[in-house]
Nanobody, 117 residues
């Protein structure tokens, strides 16, 4: 499985941004996909995830501002980010896992999101 991300960049506080993650390869075997982020000096955290059946998970602190979705026809995962805050500044990664274990198996290249105040 290959994951190629797009989107990101510089956005003002209060603005919105959508990240995309195009998947290719053994897509039919993907069990779930997710978005992680890592800010400088902080641990990587799971932002949101979506299972093959469409069930979603969100980090409690982000629920209501971020929305994860997937377009199965386009084999693309999205993360819609609204009401962005400076503390959302981080490198964002999409990831895919092939079964229901805790680990993600494949990762995108990462994309930087910088929110200016």
């Amino acid at each position: 499985v290959q994951l190629v991300q797009s989107g990101g960049g510089l956005v003002q506080a209060g603005g919105s941004r959508r990240l995309s993650c195009a998947a290719s390869g053994r897509i039919i075997s993907i069990y779930a996909m997710g978005w992680y982020r890592q800010a400088p000096g902080k641990e990587r955290e799971l932002v949101a995830a979506i299972g093959s059946g469409g069930r979603t998970y969100y980090a409690a602190s982000l629920k209501g501002r971020f929305t994860i979705s997937r377009d199965n026809a386009q084999n693309t995962l999205y993360l819609q980010m609204n009401s962005l805050k400076p503390e959302d500044t981080a490198m964002y990664y999409c990831a895919a896992k092939m079964d229901d274990t805790g680990e993600y198996d494949y990762w995108g290249q990462g994309t930087q999101v910088t929110v200016s105040s």
